[in-house]
């Protein structure tokens, strides 16, 4: 069965690149927005802003999954060596505890605007502050595997190829 499967390239992936970073920059960059619609529409009374908040969130959490499944597989054929395995549990997860708390936050968001679509309380505001915090400490460990473990990158698969790496 082994044989159907593609071989895999000098990136230890049997596609061209990662896919996983590709598709977490959107929600990354979909939350953040989210939040920061949310802050300067409550601030400035500008209600418009928060069905653009509503909707960032509503792909968001759709698109962390798909980023999940790929970064489930990408971190399978990464073959962590032990320095980098702590940093990449971690990372994988909170990236699973980020999918539930951007999908509980969503469906926060959802009956909050069934409710009232020109209104937001307060504390969803602190919840998106805190979010953020997570999702910038996640973007951080992401970078920590790619910039100082390597995982994917060319070097770093040849050393664990070759066992020079474990």
Do not use: C
């Not at 969803?124 to 100082?148: A, E, N, P, S």
């Amino acid at each position: 069965m082994l044989e159907y499967l593609p071989p895999l390239n000098d990136h230890n992936l049997p596609y061209p690149d990662t896919i996983h970073p590709i598709v977490v920059h959107f929600v990354i960059a979909m939350v953040l927005f989210a939040v920061l619609s949310d802050g300067i529409g409550y601030f400035t009374r500008n209600t418009r802003l928060y069905e653009v908040s509503w909707w960032n969130l509503f792909f968001a959490t759709i698109s962390i999954f798909i980023a999940i499944i790929f970064g489930q597989i990408e971190a399978g054929l990464a073959e962590p060596y032990s320095a980098s395995a702590s940093t990449l549990n971690l990372h994988t997860l909170l990236g699973w505890s980020l999918s539930g708390i951007i999908t509980a936050v969503t469906a926060w968001r959802y009956v909050l605007r069934s409710r009232d679509p020109k209104t937001l309380p307060l504390p969803f505001l602190v919840v998106g502050i805190l979010l953020t915090g997570l999702v910038f400490f996640q973007v951080y460990l992401g970078d920590v595997l790619v910039w100082v473990y390597g995982l994917h990158t060319v070097p770093v698969v040849e050393a664990v190829r070759k066992g020079l790496l474990q």
